[in-house]
């Protein structure tokens, strides 16, 4: 089986930059994706790893170090709507897209 | 449709009582998957189809549990005599098929509450 951890909850403040780790344990890993979901609402792709180094999209960035199972999400130049929770996930290698979640992380930011 | 559609949105149900949950997933989509997410939860696997086919069920919690996806579109999630621990949201997703990343799209989610 995987073995996802990420943080449970994270505080920042408005305009500075976060990190939200995520370290997984599977075997035949083929991926690692990072979902954006807002209470209440589906989780929304963010950034998606399958070799080492990182990705970057805007103000959001993703890294992946797939020898040591571990990957980080950075979010930069934080604003109020980013307050959400962050989901880590694996996809593993004859699953399909099937993807297997960590707990995720509750980003809350402050003025 | 633009996105993976859920119904309904919101429902509540007597313990004991069955309910059936609809998704309705994306155009040409092949691969259909359903999650549970508990409160304050990451979503569990539960089960996934390709086309009709019902290719893992292995997250399904009981044999309460039953899924189908009879012409390779819309899917049913029925639960059958629910318990208190079956509240949560059930979330479908959708994609093609295949190794693409960034193609796995999340319908809102049918939120479930057993009373």
């Known amino acids: 089986g995987q073995n996802i951890d990420q943080p449970t909850e994270m505080t920042a403040t408005e305009g500075a930059i976060v990190q939200i780790n995520c370290t997984y344990q599977t075997s035949g890993f083929n991926g690692l994706f990072w979902y954006q979901q807002h209470a209440g609402e589906a989780p929304t792709f963010l950034s998606y790893?399958?070799?080492?180094g990182l990705e970057e999209k805007g103000r959001f960035s993703s890294f992946l170090s797939r020898s040591k199972g571990y990957s980080y999400l950075l979010l930069k130049e934080l604003q109020m709507k980013d307050s959400a929770s962050y989901l880590c996930?694996?996809?593993?290698?004859?699953?399909?897209?099937?993807?297997?979640f960590g707990g995720g992380t509750r980003l809350m930011v402050k003025p | 449709g633009a996105g993976v559609s859920q119904s309904p949105r919101y429902k509540v149900a007597k313990r004991g009582q069955d309910v059936a949950l609809r998704c309705d997933p994306i155009s040409g989509h092949v691969s259909l998957f359903w999650y549970q997410q508990a409160l304050g939860q990451g979503p569990e696997f539960l089960t996934y189809?390709?086309?009709?086919?019902?290719?893992?069920k292995s997250g399904l919690p009981s044999d309460r549990f039953f899924a189908e996806r009879p012409e390779g579109s819309v899917s049913t999630l029925k639960i059958q005599r629910t318990q208190q621990e079956d509240s949560a949201v059930y979330l479908c997703a959708s994609s093609f098929a295949g190794g693409a990343g960034g193609g796995i799209y999340f319908g809102e989610g049918s939120w479930l509450t057993v009373v």
């Open positions: 189809f390709q086309n009709e086919a019902q290719l893992d």
């Open positions: 996930a694996v996809r593993v290698d004859n699953a399909g897209n099937m993807l297997t």
């Open positions: 790893n399958v070799l080492d």
